[in-house]
């Protein structure tokens, strides 16, 4: 399920309960005295969206607060407006937008927005720019108490504002280590603990594993899906790490390095010795027959307990809860299962990775309205609007008291809250501002997934599987110096053909020769 279509759930299942807690939240709107019979608005700024899409958004962030305001009227300002671009002409190349340049312009232009709610990857550009309003002195005037709030938000918020608090958000999508209590108790072996490192993990794996074909037992996987063969489960495993592909100039790749030849090896060989599942592995026999009973599912390796291990969201408990609650129905086994933090790597203790901090709101430093901007991200990361988001199946409240395990369940549900985001790669300003000077850069990753593929099919080694990565890097690299925006051809293969038309190609019958 895409994040997009996770989101739209959260939002149907929030409006579900809004009812509910209009009296609470209008009640709780008397404590700030009476307010000024003068009707005025607040514009409220969002990375994405359009007027089709209004309803959800202020369903999501906006409804209950003009409902407890009444003297103030929400404007949505979306800083890229889906349906601006979909009339363009598509005959003609379009340059994608660039998600901060059009933050920025909503932010800055003749009638800027008074409040910006905006995803992790723009906190630290919007707060070294001083374009958001530091809410510490704000919160400190008004008796909120930071020590309420999960750390690991906090302090996530925290870094990306060089020490300040320049955005809040209400929840936030963490990930743990989810384990089989069964598999280790068959095997003999201790349940993994809060505060394990990786080299930890990745040796209670190596003796989890067991068995063959349909029998076998994997000891880990990256993610809840299964297989281990995922490049982008190495960046995710290397994030906290802070490894670069290219010098900050994105002129010389730095790939081929001990650093990366140990994160390559170490996860590679987990593949190699079947210790992390095969795509081959989630394959499974479909049932035949009339009265063949669906089992969605088949293929989830950790649901059907044959990984003891699996990085997991939260909301992978969704997944279990149902599949244990109709294991009658299905015939399988229910699942014993439990949570411990993410895995570090080491000297970098605190710093989990896989925590995403979304619907941060922050105040903007050129609002004409700051005062109600402050009431309102204040009501959003309010402890009655918290009641109400902790209501989600799909993300955990930030405020600590509301952090608590579904009712009817056990588990570790502080496991979810210990751990600091790792930082985004590439984040820093200088970064920030060469990506959207190179867009191209992004067809690093893409040699770099080239790759990790070559060698986890056994066609190269770790070192020369780097060594290949870092001398496609430099020749795209000085291609992209003198072309950072166009079409480049020739990289991805040797014919020179670009993967996106060898695709067309081929759907077209047409013969393609390397």
């Known amino acids: 399920m895409s994040p997009r279509s996770k989101n739209v759930r959260k939002w ?20 700030k005295g009476k307010e ?30 003009e409902f407890t305001h009444s003297n103030i009227d929400i404007e949505v300002v979306p800083a890229i407006d889906y349906s601006e671009m979909q009339f363009e002409d598509q005959s003609k190349q379009q340059e994608q937008p660039d998600p901060l340049e059009k933050v920025k312009a909503i932010m800055t232009g003749s009638n800027p927005v008074d409040v910006m709610i905006f995803d992790m990857s723009m906190l630290s550009q919007l707060a070294n720019e001083n374009m958001l309003k530091q809410l510490d002195p704000l919160m400190k005037e008004d008796k909120m108490d930071t020590s309420e709030y999960v750390p690991a938000v906090i302090d996530g918020i925290k870094d990306a504002g060089n020490g300040f608090l320049y955005a809040l958000t209400p929840t936030f999508s963490p990930s743990a280590l989810y384990y089989n209590k069964k598999i280790f108790t068959k095997a ?11 080299d930890q993990i990745f040796t209670l794996a190596k003796r989890l594993k067991s068995g063959s074909g349909k029998d076998a037992i994997f000891g880990f996987s990256f993610n809840q899906w299964g297989a281990g063969d995922s490049y982008w489960d190495v960046q995710n495993y290397a994030a906290p790490l802070q490894l670069r592909m290219f010098d900050e100039k994105g002129e010389t790749m ?31 026999e479909q049932p035949q027959g009339e009265k063949v009973q669906y089992n969605p599912f088949q293929g989830r390796l950790f649901l059907n307990g044959r990984v003891a291990m699996s990085v997991g969201s939260y909301d992978l408990i969704n997944e279990i809860q149902q599949m244990n609650d109709n294991s009658d129905k299905l015939k399988i086994e229910k699942l014993d299962w439990d949570v411990v933090t993410m895995p570090y790597h080491v000297g970098y203790e605190n710093i989990g990775g896989n925590v995403y901090l979304s619907s941060l709101s922050g105040i903007n430093a050129k609002a004409a309205n700051p005062e109600d901007a402050w009431e309102f991200v204040k009501f959003m990361n309010g402890k009655e609007w918290a009641k109400l988001k902790s209501r989600s199946t799909y993300e955990l409240s930030a405020r600590k008291e509301f952090v608590k395990v579904r009712d009817g369940m056990s588990y570790n549900v502080e496991a979810f809250t210990k751990m600091k985001p790792a930082p985004q790669l590439n984040s820093s300003l200088k970064d920030q501002k060469l990506y ?5 850069l992004q067809m690093v990753s ?42 480049i051809q020739g990289i991805f293969d040797e014919a020179g053909i670009p993967p996106e038309k060898r695709a067309i190609m081929e759907a077209a019958g047409e013969v393609v020769v390397d």
């Not at 003999?188 to 990786?198: A, I, K, L, N, R």
């Not at 001990?258 to 394959?283: A, F, G, I, N």
């Not at 959207?436 to 191209?440: F, W």
Request: one cysteine or more; aromatic letters at 10%.
């Open 12 to 31: 149907v299942l929030s409006g579900l309960t809004l009812s509910l807690l209009v009296p609470t939240l209008a009640a709780c709107n008397t404590d």
């Open 36 to 65: 000024s019979e003068t009707r005025h608005t607040l514009r409220v700024g969002t990375m994405y969206g359009s007027k089709q899409d209004e309803t959800w958004f202020r369903q999501q962030f906006t409804d209950i607060f």
């Open 188 to 198: 003999g072996v201790e349940f993994p603990q809060d505060g394990m490192s990786w």
């Open 254 to 284: 730095t790939v081929n390095t001990p650093q990366w030849e140990s994160v390559w090896k170490t996860v590679s060989d987990l593949y190699k010795d079947h210790v992390t599942p095969r795509q081959e592995d989630m394959q499974y």
């Open 436 to 440: 959207r000077e190179k867009p191209n």
């Open 446 to 487: 893409e040699l770099g997934n080239r790759a990790y593929s070559e060698l986890i099919q056994g066609k190269k080694t770790v070192k020369e599987a780097l060594t290949q990565w870092e001398t496609k890097g430099n020749d795209l690299l000085q291609k992209i110096k003198l072309n950072p925006k166009g079409e």
